[in-house]
């Protein structure tokens, strides 16, 4: 698959997600882009390399943690009223164990 029609298949999945429909088109590509660039760096591959279709799901997973990280940048943890809240600062391992497979020695 090229990488526009896994791009468009990622897009579909996220705009399924019932917490994603008030999310600007361009917003969720510019992340759908950045979740790309975040994947070719961990399995070391070129950016002019085809993704499979099987990373479909990893860079889904990828654009819900971006997004839902937006406002949070820069934060690592939080707390307010006796509630605190810790935010993800690296690829998940869940995401990490998808993407192992596809990992190239630099």
């Given at each position: 698959?090229?990488?526009?029609?896994?791009?468009?298949?990622?897009?579909?999945?996220?705009k399924v997600r019932p917490d994603m429909?008030?999310?600007?088109?361009?917003?969720?590509?510019?992340?759908?882009?950045?979740?790309?660039?975040?994947?070719?760096?961990?399995?070391?591959?070129?950016?002019?390399?085809?993704?499979?279709?099987?990373?479909?799901?990893?860079?889904?997973?990828?654009?819900?943690?971006?997004i839902n990280l937006t406002g949070n940048?820069?934060?690592?943890?939080?707390?307010?009223?006796g509630t605190s809240e810790s935010y993800?600062?690296?690829?998940?391992?869940?995401?990490?164990?998808?993407?192992?497979?596809?990992?190239?020695?630099?």
């Amino acid at each position: 698959m090229t990488n526009k029609e896994v791009s468009e298949k990622v897009l579909a999945k996220l705009k399924v997600r019932p917490d994603m429909q008030y999310i600007n088109d361009d917003y969720m590509n510019a992340t759908i882009e950045d979740a790309f660039n975040d994947v070719y760096t961990y399995i070391n591959a070129r950016s002019d390399d085809n993704i499979t279709e099987s990373l479909i799901t990893p860079i889904t997973d990828l654009c819900v943690i971006r997004i839902n990280l937006t406002g949070n940048e820069g934060l690592t943890a939080s707390g307010k009223a006796g509630t605190s809240e810790s935010y993800i600062t690296s690829i998940p391992k869940p995401i990490r164990r998808k993407l192992q497979k596809y990992r190239r020695l630099p």
